[in-house]
């Protein structure tokens, strides 16, 4: 490497400055390697549109528009085999996320409980979940589902099955859920005084959910605006002053109020005749998936929760201790909001481990993303090429949206040096 003199910014530009002279090099660098991936990519291209005209065929995503002529058992939205492979596909998608979002939801409840229980002083609880720990993250995900699914259709009574006069099927946690061997009873969500929808196309969204929507946004607003009050208040005089239940009372009281407006209320699932009436009957595929995929990341969240209690210094426990804070709120309030920095860079790995596991819902017949688009779409109109990239550029942005909020996230919990 040449080191110029100060004087160096005044010499007449060569073309060995842009290997030679540190000022440039970086650049030349990264035009070469832009240039060579590009290059690659043109040819990867070109190689790949050449092989399908040899097969004749076209890169076109023009089947999209086409009628899908297949049901999916399990929507989000209104469709029927008559609605295109774009219809279905974003019926898919939507099915991937809900499965998804609420398996990341109940994975970390399960790990953060199991990871806080591990290190519990009682030796039989903590064993208990090493044992969990243990047994869930060392066996594939795959055999997990195909066990799951094996004790909902050979366990679980049939939905139809009477002993005598009484049905098999039993309702479970306050007579509310009724598993069985089909599917899985629900409570459904009824008003009393609903206040309509807003109609789009074939869609509407309730005035209720938006309603719930507007008064959470407020409550948040005014919570951030409120703990910008305290701090303050605390930087002036010392003392912060107390507004966790101002800040329960801004989410709790709206929508209570919202609650008792509407009406809302549970409708539990009723047995009539062969069948469950009222509730909502969840396909035991969606349920088995979403099982699996909880009990088995929880296992890795939990150990990621372990590591990063054990990551804070004992010093810290020990204080609280001093200060008469018992073991829950210490655990609480002093341990886990420091481990946060620890646990949230590997927990977005999980999620995303979760999120791309979910494509093996192909197993249970769960109708995803890899079921629609990568499965009955592609069989149907021989694109595999077209519904190969759509899923792979789907995958992509959900991670990529995913690992942007988490980072976000982490930078508000992160350390920040005065």
């Known amino acids: 490497m ?30 070469v390697v832009f240039i060579l991936v590009m ?37 989000l939205i209104p469709y029927n085999s008559d609605d295109t492979h ?7 998608f939507l099915n991937t996320l809900q499965v998804s979002i609420l398996g990341c939801i109940a994975a970390t409840l399960v790990g953060v409980v199991v990871g806080v ?39 679980m ?14 309702m479970i946690m306050f007579d509310l859920i009724a598993p069985t061997n089909r599917y899985t009873a629900i409570p459904s969500i009824g008003m009393t005084n609903p206040p309509g929808t807003i109609s789009l196309g074939r869609e509407g969204i309730s005035w209720a959910l938006i309603a ?27 003392q912060r002053p107390t507004t966790w239940w101002k800040t329960l009372a801004m989410y709790l009281v709206p929508v209570l109020l919202l609650t008792w407006w509407f009406g809302l209320h549970l409708i539990p699932p009723v047995l009539r005749g062969f069948n469950f009436a009222e509730g909502i009957n969840l396909d035991n595929a969606f349920v088995v998936l979403w099982l699996a995929l909880t009990l088995y990341t929880g296992a890795f969240i939990a150990e990621i929760v372990r590591a990063g209690i054990l990551a804070v210094s004992r010093g810290q426990s020990e204080a609280a201790f001093a200060l008469g804070m018992r073991p829950r709120r210490t655990m609480s309030l ?15 790995s999980q999620y995303l481990n979760l999120t791309k596991n979910s494509s ?59």
Not at 232 to 238: A, I, L, N
Request: aromatic letters at 10%; a positive charge; charged letters at 15%.
């Open 2 to 31: 040449v080191d110029f003199p100060a004087g160096a910014a005044s010499q007449p530009f060569r073309l060995s400055m842009l290997i030679y002279d540190k000022r440039y090099r970086s650049l030349t660098i990264q035009a």
């Open 86 to 92: 774009l219809r279905a596909s974003i019926v898919g």
């Open 212 to 238: 719930y929507a507007v008064v959470i946004a407020a409550a948040f607003v005014a919570h951030r605006m409120m703990r910008a009050w305290a701090q303050r208040v605390q930087e002036q005089t010392g």
């Open 360 to 418: 093996l819902a192909i197993a249970v017949g769960y109708m995803d993303l890899r079921g629609t688009l990568g499965g009955t779409t592609l069989n149907q109109t021989g694109r595999e090429m077209e519904c190969m990239v759509l899923m792979m550029g789907v995958y992509l942005v959900l991670s990529l949206i995913i690992s942007g909020g988490m980072n976000v996230f982490n930078s508000r919990v992160k350390l920040r040096e005065r």
């Open 117 to 155: 229980l591990r290190l519990s002083s009682n030796w039989l609880i903590a064993r208990l979940m090493t044992v969990y720990v243990e047994v869930f993250r060392n066996i594939p995900l795959l055999l997990w589902i195909l066990v799951i699914l094996a004790l909902f259709t050979e366990v």
């Open 334 to 348: 002093v341990i886990l909001p420091q481990a946060l920095r620890v646990i949230v860079p590997p927990l977005i």
């Open 157 to 170: 009574p049939p939905p139809n099955a009477y002993r005598g006069d009484t049905p098999q099927a039993s």
């Open 39 to 75: 290059l690659a990519a043109s040819w990867l291209i070109d190689n790949t549109l050449r092989n399908l005209a040899i097969m004749g065929k076209t890169f076109s995503f023009e089947f999209l528009f086409r009628r899908a002529g297949y049901d999916i058992p399990q929507q």
